[in-house]
């Protein structure tokens, strides 16, 4: 029988979890949720929903990381987070009824959860614990928003660029410190949409980076040498 994870994901990944979401339901409970999803698989640089799109489904990613960012007027993107899996895509949008202010695509191979919204809401109005978890997590939600955005808009580009190559790292392989990460597979030009920059920026601000010693860079491949350093940095730049 297939069952929904319980995933309890990094500080990084972006809330509301779905932990949260089942907490304190029966067995029972958590089936009648179950049985109103589907699974959906969705290719590396797949768009999950577009903003501006209604709100007609409730997204649980189950694998794989997904980019949720806004596009503004003049084409250039703001990236608001990566979300890893856990993470209930499409909320507050879905409660409300209003269409999608964000966009989310797959940055990998990623899989999801769907629920339509009139399941969505028939389970809120059936399993009142349900109900109860979800306005925390609208809650939760409000607040991780504030603090995410408000820091994000005034950082300068090279805090956003170091937060970035973080968020998508992972851990290299043979590095029993997990100190090492790398980012594998991803273009200058797709870091630069992510961090609303040119193309040439990023290029050089990772050459910076290399003469830092914050990074390494090799063909289809940027490797963090040491997390807690570019942590630093981040800080440092912030203060500055």
Do not use: Y
Request: charged letters at 20%; aromatic letters at 4%.
């Amino acid at each position: 029988m297939q069952t929904l994870p319980d995933v309890q994901a990094p500080a990084r990944a972006l809330s509301p979890k779905w932990s949260i979401a089942t907490e304190g339901l029966s067995a029972a409970q958590r089936q009648m949720i179950l049985d109103r999803m589907r699974a959906v698989s969705f290719d590396p640089k797949e768009v999950l929903f577009d903003q501006g799109e209604p709100s007609d489904t409730l997204l649980l990613v189950t694998e794989g990381r997904v980019r949720l960012f806004q596009t503004i007027e003049n084409g250039e993107e703001f990236t608001f987070g990566i979300c890893l899996p856990g993470t209930i895509l499409g909320l507050a949008a879905t409660v409300t009824g209003q269409a999608r202010i964000l966009s989310a695509e797959a940055l990998e191979a990623a899989t999801a959860s769907i629920m339509t919204r009139a399941d969505f809401l028939q389970c809120l109005a059936e399993i009142p614990p349900f109900h109860w978890n979800v306005t925390r997590l609208l809650a939760i939600l409000s607040i991780e928003s504030i603090e995410r955005s408000g820091p994000m808009v005034l950082d300068r580009a090279s805090v956003r660029l170091g937060t970035i190559l973080k968020s998508l790292a992972r851990p290299e392989q043979g590095d029993p410190t997990r100190q090492c990460l790398s980012v594998v597979g991803l273009t200058q030009q797709e870091l630069a949409r992510m961090i609303g920059v040119s193309r040439s920026w990023v290029a050089i601000a990772l050459s910076e980076f290399e003469r830092l010693g914050l990074i390494s860079k090799s063909r289809g491949k940027i490797v963090i040498r040491n997390v807690k350093r570019l942590d630093g940095f981040i800080a440092g730049e912030r203060n500055h």
